[in-house]
């Protein structure tokens, strides 16, 4: 079962903070359409981070939030130039950013649905691998695409 979910890919984005690539998502998602308020998007973002990290391992974060600011569902994806300070659960700088947004009234359903296929994706060495290679935003859809669309 495929979820219908909104897909912003970025690859070559610079940020110097995980504040910066907050700031990032949040202008991305007003900009697509996804939200209406970037300041409200940034603020749930920072307060679901405060909750607990969501720096995985191997340089992958999965930043996401649920608010009544965001319109539908969406990822948004940046693939970094360089290594951010992160927190994460391996010490290491995140250099791949795959971001959830999710519609306030849609928390229960679609969020855990897509938190866990993302989750369970990131736990695969092969995808990792793949993600880290893609060159471009078409290589990075076609990943996700064959593999969270399971």
């Known amino acids: 079962m495929g979820l219908d979910i909104q897909k912003s890919i970025l ?3 610079s940020a110097n903070s995980q504040k910066d690539i907050f700031k990032l998502i949040s202008n991305e998602a ?3 359409g996804y939200a209406n308020d970037s300041n409200l998007l940034m603020e749930a973002l ?3 981070e405060n909750e607990g990290t969501t720096g995985m391992m191997d340089g992958f974060a999965i930043p996401h939030a649920k608010s009544n600011t965001i319109k539908i569902p969406a990822l948004i994806i940046f693939k970094l130039t360089n ?3 992160w927190n994460s659960m ?3 700088k995140i250099n791949f950013v795959i971001s959830l947004l999710i519609p306030e009234e849609e928390k229960g359903t679609t969020h855990l649905q897509l ?3 993302v989750a369970r994706l990131l ?3 092969e995808v990792k691998n793949l993600l880290k290679e893609a060159k471009s935003e078409l290589e990075i859809e076609a990943i996700l695409t064959k593999y969270i669309d399971k």
């Open 11 to 13: 690859v070559d984005v």
């Open 46 to 48: 920072i307060n679901r």
């Open 115 to 117: 938190l866990s296929k």
């Open 83 to 85: 290594g951010v300070e």
């Open 123 to 125: 736990m695969k060495e």
């Open 30 to 32: 007003v900009n697509k």
């Open 90 to 92: 391996d010490g290491k």
